[in-house]
């Protein structure tokens, strides 16, 4: 089961939070997830362990939660994880719920990775979410200092050792 921990904007527009203590069954854990008020508007997610960061479009919000799966396994595959990882994330995914947030520390990247992404599409505007993922994913931050420094290279060694 998929965790996705959301802000109050992102609630608002998909619906309340329904879930009663239950964790995460992926092997990456939950996903924070905001909304960008782009023109299309986006949403950013932002796993909690690695805290890569996915884009996606948020419209249909209705239906965000059913296409979550699909954009956070083209991410994985655009950061070259094994196919057995993607799928079986996948399979964990079919199922999800939503909460609030709880982690300050996820919600402060959240807000860097928004404005930068806001930045880096203004510098770009052609670029593709995916591409504006994979960027995003490079960037230093503070609570990795101590491990692997960026996303990108935090999920590479969560894949390393789950292997």
Known sequence: MLIVRATKKLLARIGTADLAGEES????????????????QAALLVNEPTLLPVLMPLAPAATLLDRISDHIATALAAHQAPHTVIENERRHMNEHRVASTVNRSVVGIMN???YLATVYRRDDPGQSLL????RLATTPCSPLYSKSISPDRELAALLTSAA
């Open 25 to 40: 069954t992926t092997l990456l854990g939950q996903w924070y997830a905001t909304v960008l008020p782009w023109r299309p």
């Open 131 to 134: 591409d504006l993922s994979l």
């Open 112 to 114: 860097e990775f928004s």
